[in-house]
T-cell receptor
Framework: DQQVKQNSPSLSVQEGRISILNCDYT??????FLWYKKYPAEGPTFLIS?????DKNEDGRFTVFLNKSAKHLSLHIVPSQPGDSAVYFC???????????FGQGTRLTINP | DAGVIQSPRHEVTEMGQEVTLRCKPISGHNSLFWYRQTMMRGLELLIY????????DSGMPEDRFSAKMPNASFSTLKIQPSEPRDSAVYFC????????????FGQGTRLTVV
C-alpha cells in the first residue's frame, strides 16, 4: 500500500521556466512533508520541508505548497536550471513517528 | 562531519551467497534507517532503529533479511541467502530527532545478485 505517491515518473522543462513536481498522500496522520533531491550514484539530499500547520514554505528558488484537504503537495522550482536535473522524492512523517515514508520519485530533466 | 558512510559501494555476488552491507551513521544521531530503492516502489523503508533498538522492521521483505545495530556507530544489513530479485540500491540514513526532522543519507550500496 503506497501511502505516498508521485504519479509522474518523469518531467521535462525548459531552462528558466517553472518546474512543478506533485505528490499525493493518503495518511491523514502525516504532519510533516519533505522533498529530497537525488543525483545518480549519490544518496538523496534534503531540499525543503513543510509542517502541516502551514500551506507554503519558500527557500530561494524552491517553494513547497501543501493542500491538506486534497492531501496533495507540490514543489515549485523557479527559475529552473540545468543543475536541477535529478530525481526528486517527496516524503512524509506521521505525527509522533520517526520514520519517513517516500514516494517513487520523479525524474526532472531541465533542457537548455 | 563525514556524513553517513556505507560500505561497500558496489557488491556483486552469486545467488545463494550471504551479503553484508555496512553503515556508520553520523556521530550523535540516535535514529538509523535502512532503505531500498526500486523503480516500482521508490525508496522503501526496510527497518529502523532508535537508540540502537529496532523499532519497526515491517518493511523487511523476508526472513532472509536481517539487520543489527550493536552500537551507536555501526549497523549491518544481511541477506542470506541472496536472490537475483534482491538486486537494488540499499541506502542507510540517520537522524537526530530533537533538532532536525530530516534524515541524512549515505551514498548507497549497489547490490547485484547474479
Amino acid at each position: 500500500d503506497q501511502q505516498v505517491k508521485q504519479n509522474s515518473p518523469s518531467l521535462s522543462v525548459q531552462e528558466g521556466r517553472i518546474s512543478i513536481l506533485n505528490c499525493d498522500y493518503t495518511n491523514s496522520m502525516f504532519d510533516y512533508f519533505l522533498w529530497y533531491k537525488k543525483y545518480p550514484a549519490e544518496g538523496p539530499t534534503f531540499l525543503i520541508s513543510i509542517s502541516s500547520i502551514k500551506d507554503k514554505n519558500e527557500d530561494g528558488r524552491f517553494t513547497v505548497f501543501l493542500n491538506k484537504s486534497a492531501k496533495h503537495l507540490s514543489l515549485h522550482i523557479v527559475p529552473s536550471q540545468p543543475g536541477d536535473s535529478a530525481v526528486y522524492f517527496c516524503a512524509s512523517r506521521a505525527q509522533g513517528a520517526q520514520k519517513l515514508v517516500f514516494g517513487q520519485g520523479t525524474r526532472l530533466t531541465i533542457n537548455p | 562531519d563525514a556524513g553517513v558512510i556505507q560500505s561497500p559501494r558496489h557488491e556483486v555476488t552469486e545467488m545463494g551467497q550471504e551479503v553484508t552491507l555496512r553503515c556508520k551513521p553520523i556521530s550523535g544521531h540516535n535514529s538509523l534507517f535502512w532503505y531500498r530503492q526500486t523503480m516500482m516502489r521508490g525508496l522503501e523503508l526496510l527497518i529502523y532503529f532508535n537508540n540502537n533498538v529496532p523499532i519497526d522492521d515491517s518493511g523487511m521483505p523476508e526472513d532472509r533479511f536481517s539487520a543489527k545495530m550493536p552500537n551507536a556507530s555501526f549497523s549491518t544489513l544481511k541477506i542470506q541467502p541472496s536472490e537475483p530479485r534482491d538486486s537494488a540500491v540499499y541506502f542507510c540514513a540517520s537522524s537526530y530527532r530533537r533538532h532536525r526532522i530530516e534524515a541524512f543519507f549515505g551514498q548507497g550500496t549497489r547490490l547485484t545478485v547474479v
